[in-house]
């Protein structure tokens, strides 16, 4: 996998990939981490950096990092106490990279994919989350209903993000096991999906917008749910 972007090779680096290639412009070279990290980068220009990772946004800088290897579900429920949010058909590889980024920021314990009908970790996403995926632990899971059922019998309480939902989001008990359960962009949670929920949550809107992207929406509700655990 080719990744690009500054903070994207840069945390590649400190996490547990293995980075092999760097490609560099001039400017790019004289990144202090670079040199702190042992790595002499590969000179190139921006067009040649941009024809090998196929995007203009690369920051003058490229990698070639080995795969991303995901967790399984249950490596993520026998942790103690944990907060993982879940994400139901989130397809939009920029939206998975904010949200990775807000979850890693926030102190979770890791974040859940359905394997199928999901946007997966990508380059695109590992520049969208700053490099955030590289300290995120992510899983994948078949069945995400099968995932919250699983979680709730080992005691977790799972919490759907609900436009139409009547609890607010501030009133919700945060500490513990605790899942939060994101829908997909336009449709929301599927019907089995909100059904395995303990509870479905909204956060109330005030302006003439109907609703807030699922990155803003997962950013508030991450940040609340750190915020009453610490």
Known sequence: MIIYGRNAVHEAIRGPRTVGQVWATPGALKEPWLAEAGIRPSPQTADEIASRCGS????????????????????????????????????????????????????????????????????????????????????????LTDFLNAAKARGFWCYGADADATMDYRKVDFSGAVVLVMGSEGKGLRPRV??????????????????????????????????TRS
């Open 56 to 143: 203009d946004g690369h920051q003058g800088i490229c990698a070639e990092v080995s795969d991303y290897l995901y967790l399984e579900g249950e490596d993520l429920l026998a942790l103690d106490q944990p907060l993982i949010i879940a994400l139901d058909q989130v397809q939009d590889p920029q939206n998975l990279g904010a949200i990775c980024r807000s979850a890693e920021c926030a102190g979770a314990a890791g974040l859940v994919l359905p394997e199928r009908r999901a946007a997966e970790v990508t380059p695109a996403v590992c520049k969208a989350s700053a490099g955030a995926v590289e300290h995120l632990p992510l899983a994948q899971v078949r069945n």
């Open 194 to 227: 909100a059904s395995a929920c303990d509870g479905l949550i909204s956060l109330p809107l005030r302006g003439k917008i109907e609703s807030l992207s699922v990155g803003a929406a997962a950013a508030v509700l991450l940040y609340t749910a750190a915020a």
